[in-house]
T-cell receptor
């Protein structure tokens, strides 16, 4: 079926360490992938996106990796800070511009 | 520039009633998408409007409807409310559609009693 899921519902990371959030997708026809961050009481905030013709894209402190062979997407956050605490969603653009969201991973920053 | 705004922020309704939620996109954005977020189902796509036309619709019953005005503002309506409609309703705007960077509003928290 068409679904986007996450391997871990909660991830705890020491402040200053790198965080890696993983996501599996099932639709091989998806051509656009997005990571969102959602803080409590707010709407999702765009972090970074990647199109299917790429396998890596970097932003400020974030990197998204796309492995189309195993249908896997990951978000790497460098030098995790307390402000990175949030729920992170991966999303997949399937046919006809329908965005399917994963269930979300809560990132917990340990002092 | 101003972000996406949604009104009202909170709403309490009774089963059987109907509700209208409003979304004002970022200036210049012509695409507005609506999503429902619940703890059990997560974020689910409702529909997308572009230049006053519904281009896409998710798997929701016909009780959920929407429209977009010429100024790109959008409304969604839910008729005959059910308890299960309690959720955070989010709208997102983008320049040309969900295949481009979307900006979300803070959402409308709907509680159905």
């Amino acid at each position: 079926g068409e679904s986007v899921g996450l391997h871990l519902p909660t991830l705890s990371v020491q402040e200053g360490d790198n965080s890696i959030i993983n996501c599996a997708y099932s639709n091989s026809a998806s051509d656009y992938f997005i990571w969102y961050k959602q803080e409590s009481g707010k709407g999702p905030q765009f972090i970074i996106d990647i199109r299917s013709n790429m396998d890596k894209r970097q932003g400020q402190r974030v990197t998204v990796l796309l492995n189309k062979t195993v249908k896997h997407l990951s978000l790497q956050i460098a030098a995790t800070q307390p402000g990175d605490s949030a729920v992170y969603f991966c999303a997949e653009n399937i046919r006809d511009d329908k965005i399917i969201f994963g269930k979300g991973t809560r990132l917990h920053i340990l002092p | 520039k101003a972000g996406v705004t949604q009104t009202p922020r909170y709403l309490i309704k009774t089963r059987g009633q109907q509700v209208t939620l409003s979304c004002s996109p970022i200036s210049g954005h012509r695409s507005v998408s609506w999503y429902q977020q619940t703890p059990g189902q997560g974020l689910q796509f409702l529909f997308e409007y572009f230049s006053e036309t519904q281009r896409n619709k998710g798997n929701f019953p016909g009780r959920f409807s929407g429209r977009q005005f010429s100024n790109s503002r959008s409304e969604m309506n839910v008729s005959t409310l059910e308890l299960g409609d309690s959720a955070l309703y989010l709208c997102a705007s983008s320049f040309a559609g969900p295949s481009y960077e979307q900006y979300f509003g803070p959402g409308t928290r709907l509680t159905v009693t």
